[in-house]
């Protein structure tokens, strides 16, 4: 079945360091991707998504593009701040024979950012 | 506008008791989803109801969980004699409408303690 895999946390960086968090994906058909992003105590918020091989994603200053070719969607950002410590989970979201919309996810990726 | 809203926002719950949770979704969206967070297993989809059609329940992990929706509207989460691995965060989230083209917004959750 489909799958997302990221890459282990935490990850722990200085202000204004860059970031770059890996997600590669396993699915049949051709899947939307998304970044959510959940803050210490709050619900889950969508960040980015691409929905076609190319696309890029943006939000916030993070980047994501779509790689059909090494199935990947890795997230960046150039310059991190103290607020965007959170937990980062990338998904996907395949039409099937259904359409349903339905995530599947990876594990999460816990940022830390020191000032 | 308000938000997607969850209730309770903590349970603690006896091994082999049943409990029910609750999830007010946005007003006017079609779409409603149910996930599970939890550590061993990270954010796995369970159900998925689409106005009237007949919901998706490829992801309810055994047949003591069932949802209903109810006028198109709140959505219940039934967990019956419940197992400490049931302990984890249940999220709602509710969409304007199925598939992948709208976001879907999350509510906060609902920590279910199975002791």
């Known amino acids: 079945g489909d799958s997302v895999t990221q890459m282990e946390g935490p990850v722990t960086l200085s202000e204004e360091a860059f970031l770059t968090i890996n997600c590669t994906y396993t699915a049949t058909g051709y899947p939307s991707l998304f970044w959510y992003v959940q803050y210490p105590g709050e619900g889950l918020q969508l960040l980015l998504k691409?929905?076609?091989?190319?696309d890029k994603g943006s939000n916030k200053g993070f980047e994501a593009t779509y790689r059909k070719e090494t199935t990947s969607f890795h997230l960046e950002k150039g310059s991190v701040q103290v607020s965007d410590s959170a937990v980062y989970f990338c998904a996907l979201s395949d039409l099937g024979s259904s359409n349903t919309g339905k995530l599947i996810f990876g594990q999460g990726t816990t940022l830390q950012v020191k000032p | 506008g308000a938000g997607v809203s969850q209730s309770p926002s903590n349970k603690v719950t006896e091994k082999g008791k049943d409990v029910e949770l609750r999830c007010d979704p946005i007003s006017g969206h079609t779409a409603l989803y149910w996930y599970r967070q939890s550590l061993g297993q990270g954010l796995e989809f369970l159900i998925y109801f689409q106005g009237n059609s007949a919901p998706d329940k490829s992801g309810l992990p055994s047949d003591r969980f069932s949802a209903e929706r109810t006028g198109g509207s709140v959505s219940t989460l039934t967990i019956q004699r419940t197992q400490q691995e049931d302990s984890a965060v249940y999220l709602c989230?509710?969409?304007?409408?199925?598939?992948?083209?709208?976001?879907?917004?999350f509510g906060p959750g609902t920590r279910l303690t199975v002791t």
């Open positions: 989230a509710s969409s304007y409408s199925g598939g992948i083209s709208y976001e879907q917004y």
């Open positions: 691409a929905t076609k091989a190319d």
